[in-house]
């Protein structure tokens, strides 16, 4: 442990690819550092005072992005795979929504795109589809016809739609185009987690500073 880096705490609400990358970043870039990832994550209030918050911070942010650089460099063959699928995602999400709205044009359904929805977990059936093929198009049918409308809950990831709509009728019916898996997702979720902690840290920099 470096020498200024003092009381640690032990919990964490992370999941262990985050911990382990936290790890890395502190026995890697930041292992001559005078403080470390984790007990700035876990230690928030505690730096915020000290007068090298600001630059722990910048330095924090520089070692995640060179870590996850890294990281990525190395699983760049699954990048090129999960692009693959994305793309193929995007092709059926295309084909799926043109004919649901299609569809839900001739039988006057509504077609609407909610800024949010709550469904029962009892209350729900869920239907994942691997890609778009003609037989889809009866089971659209079928649910359009009984449905009170029907609404695009489709989700982005970067320039891509991953395609998902319900249909309300006697239960909510989820139409779901089976999203990519891959360690990248993985990855990227762990990025973002450290990320956002980090900018939880900023903004209490500037809570302490307008509390002086």
């Known amino acids: 442990?470096?020498?200024?880096?003092?009381?640690?705490?032990t919990k964490q609400d992370w999941d262990d690819l985050t911990d382990s990358f936290i790890e890395g970043i502190d026995k890697t870039i930041l292992k001559d550092s005078s403080f470390k990832l984790r007990n700035l994550l876990l230690n928030p209030t505690t730096y915020a005072s000290k007068p090298s918050a600001n630059e722990s911070l910048k330095k924090a942010k520089e070692a995640v992005e060179e870590y996850?650089?890294?990281?990525?460099?190395?699983?760049s063959s699954d990048k090129e795979k999960l692009d693959k699928?994305?793309?193929s995602s995007s092709v059926n999400f295309a084909k799926m929504s043109s004919v649901i709205?299609?569809?839900?044009?001739?039988?006057?359904v509504?077609?609407?795109?909610?800024?949010?929805?709550?469904?029962?977990e009892n209350n729900r059936e869920s239907i994942i589809i691997e890609?778009?093929?003609?037989?889809?198009e009866l089971l659209i049918g079928k649910l359009?016809?009984?449905?009170?409308?029907?609404?695009?809950?489709?989700?982005?990831?970067?320039?891509?739609?991953?395609?998902s709509w319900i249909f309300s009728s006697d239960r909510a019916y989820i139409l779901t185009i089976k999203p990519p898996e891959s360690i990248i997702l993985d990855i990227e979720n762990s990025k973002d987690t450290i990320l956002f902690r980090l900018e939880g840290f900023s903004n209490q920099l500037e809570l302490?500073?307008?509390?002086k």
Request: no cysteine.
């Open 1 to 9: 442990m470096a020498a200024n880096d003092q009381a640690k705490e």
């Open 68 to 75: 996850f650089s890294s990281v990525f460099l190395a699983f």
């Open 85 to 87: 699928e994305l793309e």
């Open 101 to 108: 709205t299609e569809k839900a044009t001739l039988l006057d």
């Open 110 to 120: 509504p077609f609407i795109k909610p800024y949010s929805l709550e469904v029962t």
């Open 131 to 136: 890609k778009y093929d003609p037989s889809i």
């Open 144 to 163: 359009l016809s009984k449905s009170k409308y029907v609404g695009d809950i489709s989700g982005k990831y970067h320039d891509h739609t991953l395609g």
């Open 208 to 211: 302490f500073k307008t509390s």
